[in-house]
Structures are given as structure tokens and as C-alpha cells.
């Protein structure tokens, strides 16, 4: 048994979900979980004895005109670190993550090994930033240990930053008891989604990095064609942007914003093909949470979407702004059932196979065997 401490954003995205249903399935055989986070993570729903959270809490003092927050970490940490006897600190993000747990590592008295790991937007956005590159370097660096969820991002971390040390890629998993295809007749009454018609879907953050834009001109297209609704989850900066061009095409009728949703192996049950046509991507998680679910994928060309997608086996390549390409995709999959089966079968067992989330735990543990025994 283990004693593991684990940071991660907390809130959402795909980082915070990996980091939590990491901590559960290693508290599931035995191992002893702490989160040390700056809110309870929102997909920690299971109670478990083994598992503990420690509130990370920044005194407002009125000398500091900015709440301290990478500090109020370390000093968490340094303190779970020697109260825990931990033996293994896991952060989720390099910046300010891994940054805070060196220091943390530093202050405390307790023998700790420190384990980063990359999940794309520390690197392929703040690596540009000068300010933070070296910083963002030095946390890599300094890690006992470090993987990234792709082969592309150990790439770009490699030749953004410069970075020396070995980077291995151990891939993103999902909950497998969640992610999988549930009859859901009556969702799709509630959304008013007549029996002929297609479901295509996003889900995201909303970023520009997400190119929403693109995601309504491929669904412009495809409506052409066929008669199909578009289902977007999700919220952020591009929204209302979104609702606008939308409005523009006079296709309202035909999508539904949703905002942001729990339920998202349930919508991704009713779904037909699942569009993510991102400009960065490190992984996707959301495209494995789709091939569980048996949804048909369509992605972009970019970072470590094509490790996800194999082109015409699990799913579709597409070139970076490619709309027109992604549509006809999206309409052969509609009108080829074989082809349908096809490539939904094939991501399913791929998804098991390669993406499981045994196997990926599995490569956790081996990780930290092997860093603890150093
Ligand atoms: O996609 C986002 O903007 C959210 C971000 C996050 O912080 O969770 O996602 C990143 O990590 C996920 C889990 O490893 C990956 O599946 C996403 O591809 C990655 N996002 C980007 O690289 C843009």
C-alpha cells in the first residue's frame, strides 16, 4: 500500500477528471489517496475510507494584492507531505503544479518522490510564454518522474522547452462503469429529436483553441444533406460567438446549446458522430469517452488526436479547417450502416484494449514502483 498525494484543477476539463478517477481506482486496491486541491474535485463521488481531502486555503492579508494561491499550495503540500508520510506526490499540470511541489518537496522533512504529468495546455500554450518557460522547465526537470497523456506533447515538450529528461507517454483512460452506450429513448424526446433525424455532438470548454466555428460550418454542411441536430456541451470565452453565428446561418432550430452537463455519457449515448475539431489537442479525452460510448469520431489533424483516432479504422482525420472534408464524413457514416458499425466496433475495442483503464493504472503503479525504488 501506497500513500499518494494527488493536485490537479479541481473544477473541470479533462486534467481534473484523469487525476480524480486515478485516485479512486488506486484507493479501489488499497492505496491510500490524498487530494490536496483547491476545491473538492467535482468528480470525486464515491465515498471512500481511504481517501482524504486537504483544502488548500490562502490567508487574505491586506498586504498582498494577489492571493498567493502557488505558495498556499506548497505549504499544503509540504505539511500533507511530513503529517502523511507520503510517498509519492502525483501533480496534474506542470505549471504551477509541479513548480509548488519542488518547493513543497524543499520544506518538507519527509523523503518524497515528485511525479508530473503533462496534459497539454501548460506546454502548448504557457511554453510560448517567456515568462514562464524556464519556470514551467525547471518543474518539469526537477520531477522524479514525469509522463505526458501523448507522444505528440513529450514532442512539443521537448522541443518548445528544451527539456532534457525522459517524458513517458502514458495515455489518458475512462471510467469504464460510466462510459458506455445507454438506450436513452426518452433524452431524446426531451430534446424533441424525431426518430430519422442524426445527433452530431461537441463537448468542450468553448476556447478558441476548440475552433467552434468550425464545428457549426461542418454541421452548416452536413445539414445539406441530412436532417440532424447538433447538441453543444459545454461553456466558455467562444459561446456567445457561437450563438451568433449560428443565428447568422439560420440553423437555430437545428442546434441546442446545452451548457455545461453532467450527464455526459448519457448525451453521448443518443449521439451519432462526435466532432472535435481542435487546433491544439493534446489527447482528446472527450473522443475516448465517445468511443466508449459507440459514437463515431471525427477529429483534426493535430497534436494527439491521430493517437486516438486511427483514420478509417476507429474513426475520421481531418485537416485543421477541413469543414467541408468532416461533413462528408459525417454523411457517409450516416448513410453507410456497415461502414457505421464498422468503425464504431473497432473504436470500442480499441478503447478497451489500448485506452483500459487496468491497463493504464496498471502503468501508474509501475511508475511509481519504479521511481520509489530509486
Ligand atoms: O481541453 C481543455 O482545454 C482542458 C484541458 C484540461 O486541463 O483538462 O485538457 C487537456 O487535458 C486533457 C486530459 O489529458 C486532454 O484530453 C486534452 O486534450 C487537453 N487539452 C488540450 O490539449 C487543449
Do not use: W
Not at 484507493?27 to 473538492?40: K, R, V
Not at 424526446?189 to 430519422?196: F, M, S, V
Not at 488526436?305 to 483514420?311: G, L, M
Amino acid at each position: 500500500m501506497k500513500k499518494i498525494g494527488i493536485t490537479c484543477y479541481p473544477t473541470v476539463g479533462g486534467s481534473g477528471i484523469i487525476a480524480t478517477e486515478l485516485g479512486m481506482l488506486l484507493a479501489e486496491q488499497g492505496h491510500e489517496i490524498h487530494f490536496i486541491t483547491s476545491s473538492l474535485p467535482f468528480r470525486l463521488n464515491s465515498q471512500y475510507p481511504n481517501i482524504f481531502f486537504h483544502e488548500v486555503e490562502i490567508t487574505h492579508y491586506p498586504v498582498f494584492q494577489y492571493r498567493p494561491y502557488d505558495l498556499a499550495l506548497a505549504a499544503k503540500m509540504a505539511e500533507v507531505i511530513d503529517r502523511e508520510k507520503l510517498d509519492i506526490l502525483h501533480v496534474h499540470y506542470a505549471m504551477p503544479h509541479a513548480i509548488s511541489a519542488i518547493l513543497a518537496k524543499e520544506i518538507a522533512e519527509h523523503k518524497v518522490k515528485i511525479i508530473t504529468t503533462l496534459h497539454g495546455t501548460d506546454i502548448t500554450v504557457l511554453g510560448y510564454d517567456s515568462t514562464f518557460k524556464n519556470m514551467i522547465k525547471y518543474g518539469i526537470e526537477k520531477s522524479d518522474a514525469v509522463t505526458a497523456v501523448s507522444h505528440d506533447l513529450v514532442k512539443v515538450t521537448k522541443s518548445r522547452l528544451g527539456v532534457k529528461c525522459d517524458i513517458s507517454v502514458i495515455y489518458n483512460f475512462v471510467n469504464e462503469k460510466e462510459y458506455y452506450k445507454k438506450d436513452m429513448p426518452s433524452l431524446r424526446e426531451c430534446y424533441q429529436i424525431k426518430p430519422d433525424e442524426k445527433v452530431v455532438i461537441h463537448i468542450s470548454n468553448f476556447r478558441r483553441v476548440k475552433r467552434i466555428t468550425d464545428i457549426i460550418y461542418t454541421f452548416k454542411h452536413i445539414l445539406e444533406e441530412a436532417d440532424a441536430k447538433l447538441l453543444l456541451v459545454g461553456d466558455g470565452p467562444e459561446s456567445s460567438s457561437a450563438s451568433e453565428l449560428v443565428h447568422r446561418l439560420g440553423i437555430e432550430e437545428h442546434v441546442l446549446f446545452l451548457g455545461k452537463q453532467k450527464n455526459i455519457s448519457e448525451l453521448l449515448s443518443i449521439a451519432d458522430v462526435k466532432l472535435l475539431l481542435s487546433e491544439q489537442e493534446s489527447f482528446g479525452l472527450v473522443i475516448l469517452e465517445a468511443m466508449s460510448c459507440n459514437v463515431a469520431c471525427i477529429g483534426t489533424n493535430t497534436g494527439g488526436i491521430p493517437e486516438v483516432i486511427n483514420h478509417k479504422e476507429t474513426g475520421f482525420i481531418v485537416e485543421l479547417g477541413d469543414t467541408k472534408q468532416a461533413a462528408k464524413y459525417a454523411i457517409e457514416l450516416f448513410k453507410d450502416k456497415d461502414l457505421y458499425q464498422n468503425i464504431t466496433e473497432n473504436a470500442l475495442k480499441r478503447a478497451k484494449n489500448e485506452f483500459h483503464s487496468k491497463i493504464i493504472v496498471q502503468q501508474y503503479i509501475d511508475l511509481y514502483d519504479e521511481v520509489l525504488k530509486k
